[in-house]
């Protein structure tokens, strides 16, 4: 399994861009649910509230031109005609509703637990109406209450015992809790049950439908994202990748990265990469062409010649110093010239001193040591310490060995 720290840059932000995706999708997916949700409340609400309004309007009406009817015909009672169509209603298993009071006086108006705890809130509170989905038989219903207030009208079979018609007294004791009402009392409320089963099922179809269009529309976007990205940012820094790899592995510093479209802050870092490389190719060329002449110099010299840097480590050494030492030009790169100086604290100490002079006119010194070749052998020789230059704030050193006279 590949490391996430060695993965390719393009799947890195392939990766990313597909978890954004993801992510955008399923909090797409749960907003619109809710929103489809609270759609499906609010047009049960809507129902529910047209239902009630269109029963307590037949009440009404039938309270205002119901005169004596009742007497022969209890059918007529206004409250008994909203009972039957309520019942009416009822049949066709999408609503539920009827009249429910806590002082009833028919059996099948009796208030469940719910419409109960809603008519003791009326009571207190006054409220207009109340509803929320709740659950019955395992399923979601919408529940809905509209309160009933009693009115002048009502009054005739609500109010006082003796004021009511003879019909309603007989079937109706003065001891009943269905008398005493005034105006402005809650009677009773308008109570709704919609099961929420079919407006879930057109829930479900707006919601995939929504969630078809939304998912195009994202899908459209990270395409739309990942192209420009992929063609501005990451081509690019790509390409300078597989330059810069190119020639770190070669050495080749005739290498540019192409640079190609507009001057932003990444065309501009290559811009700048390139004229950095073509510095660099300048003063390496330099510096070689420094270096062999150095080289060709100290090859002619007579004497040995060691150039190395303030931690001994030798860069640079002429024939004679080879043969002296008792090495290969390879075997001596890289080692350290104190190696082969028995009194190296004095040396390295001269060495110290001549970095850190602020005295620039007089940058060597020469003095007698006991040097010990690679074979082990011993031999006095003098050797003058010159600080040669510094390359990149590292100072060079040369040292000149030769028999003291």
């Known amino acids: 399994m590949v490391e996430p720290g060695n993965m390719k840059l393009n799947v890195k932000f392939n990766l990313l861009l597909s978890c954004v995706l993801i992510g955008l999708f399923l909090v797409t997916a749960y907003l619109t649910y809710q929103g489809q949700q ?56 999408r609503y539920s509703i009827r009249q429910v009071s806590l002082r009833y006086r028919n059996p099948d108006n009796r208030p469940d637990a719910y419409e109960t705890e809603q008519l003791k809130a009326f009571a207190s509170d006054h409220k207009a109406e109340t509803y929320r989905v709740t659950q019955n038989a395992g399923k979601d219903v919408f529940r809905y209450m509209q309160a009933l207030i009693a009115e002048e009208s009502c009054l005739k079979c609500h109010g006082a015992f003796d004021a009511a018609p003879a019909f309603i007294q007989q079937r109706f004791p003065q001891d009943h809790p269905s008398y005493n009402y005034k105006v402005g009392d809650i009677i009773g409320a308008v109570s709704v049950v919609r099961p929420m089963a079919d407006l879930y099922g057109d829930v479900a179809n707006s919601l995939k439908q929504a ?135 004095k040396l390295k100490a001269k060495v110290a001193a001549l970095s850190k002079a602020e005295d620039q006119t007089n940058l060597q010194e020469t003095d007698r040591y006991s040097f010990r070749a690679a074979s082990g052998d011993k031999r006095e020789l003098e050797i003058t310490l010159v600080l040669t230059s510094e390359v990149e704030n590292t100072p060079l050193f040369t040292a000149i060995l030769r028999l003291p006279e």
């Open 38 to 93: 609270e759609v499906a409340q609010k047009v049960a609400l809507k129902q529910a509230r047209n239902v009630s309004k269109d029963l307590i309007t037949t009440f009404n009406h039938m309270s205002d031109i119901v005169r004596n009817e009742p007497e022969s015909n209890y059918a007529l009672v206004p409250q008994v005609v909203a009972t039957q169509i309520a019942k009416k209603i009822s049949s066709d298993d």
């Open 211 to 345: 969630l078809y269009h939304r998912a195009g529309i994202l899908v459209l976007v990270v395409i739309v994202t990942w192209f420009f990205v992929r063609r501005l940012i990451i081509a690019p820094i790509e390409s300078a990748s597989d330059t810069i790899h190119s020639i770190t592995s070669t050495g080749n510093l005739k290498e540019r990265i192409p640079v190609k479209g507009a001057r932003d802050e990444i065309g501009q870092l290559l811009i700048d990469f390139n004229t950095m490389m073509s510095e660099l190719e300048r003063t390496t060329l330099q510096r070689q062409e420094s270096e062999d002449r150095y080289r060709s110099l100290i090859e002619a010299a007579q004497l040995a010649v060691v150039t190395f840097l303030e931690n001994g480590k030798i860069v640079i050494s002429n024939q004679q110093a080879e043969q002296l030492i008792g090495l290969s030009r390879a075997g001596l790169l890289g080692e350290s010239f104190f190696n082969y100086i028995e009194e190296s604290d």
